[in-house]
């Protein structure tokens, strides 16, 4: 079936530095990888939607400049956190669509960021 | 854009069978889904109901009726390891595309009691 590797599992960081998340689709082209949000006790909140070779759609709210999304290839897809801040702390997950209008989707396993 | 509800909270007995509801509603219709989330986990796919009627894969069932707007995810004869949040999800094209996104439910949490 359709797998989607996320790097890292749990990072911490220092309030102003960047982190850098990964999600590789292992077996099959994520044409579009979706990048979620979860605070505790909250539901999946989408950030962002990026398409290989584009720029990413962003949600309202969501700050593009803070929230780097690079989709250069077919098979990765990552999110940079810039200038991270307590505030930012949270449980991010990618998603790759693989079925015609919708009709699947794959999680990566989440990074959680603590920013201290 | 889609408005997706769901109870918080849900409590029910080891052995049980409990029933969590889902109403929606949605601009277009590309089919429901419902996930399982541990905490500290990513969600994990149970069921994608796109037709009326009910759907059956082992102790989970899903139910759709599209008129009313509304589904049920059904689970039957519980276990503890059941205790988790369910999430009721609906992917919509926001931008009209061909992208879709999943938008989610708040989740409910279900605890499962001896």
């Known amino acids: 079936g359709a797998v989607v590797s996320q790097h890292p599992s749990w990072v911490i960081c220092k309030s102003g530095t960047s982190v850098k998340i990964e999600c590789r689709s292992l077996?099959?082209?994520?044409?579009?990888m979706f990048w979620y949000r979860q605070f505790p006790k909250q539901s999946l909140m989408l950030m962002a939607t990026s398409n290989e070779g584009s720029k990413a759609t962003y949600e309202q709210g969501v700050e593009k400049d803070k929230f780097l999304i690079n989709h250069a290839s077919l098979t990765l897809s990552t999110l940079t956190v810039t200038s991270a801040h307590p505030e930012d702390s949270s449980f991010y997950i990618c998603?790759?669509?693989?079925?015609?209008?919708?009709?699947?989707?794959?999680f990566g396993s989440g990074t959680r960021l603590t920013v201290v | 854009g889609q408005n997706i509800d769901q109870p918080t909270e849900m409590t029910a007995t080891e052995g049980a069978i409990v029933q969590i509801n889902c109403t929606y509603q949605?601009?277009?219709?590309?089919?429901l889904f419902w996930y399982q989330q541990h905490a500290g986990e990513a969600p994990t796919f149970l069921s994608y109901n796109v037709l009326d009627g009910l759907e059956e894969k082992g102790r989970f069932s899903s139910f759709l009726s599209r008129s009313k707007g509304y589904s049920y995810l059904l689970l039957k004869e519980l276990q503890m390891k059941d205790s988790a949040s369910y999430l009721c999800?609906?992917?919509?094209?926001?931008?009209?595309?061909?992208?879709?996104?999943?938008?989610f439910g708040k989740g409910t949490k279900l605890s499962v009691i001896p």
């Open positions: 077996d099959f082209q994520a044409t579009t």
């Open positions: 998603s790759a669509s693989h079925g015609a209008g919708g009709s699947g989707y794959t």
């Open positions: 949605t601009s277009g219709f590309n089919g």
């Open positions: 999800a609906a992917p919509e094209d926001h931008s009209g595309a061909g992208s879709y996104q999943l938008t």
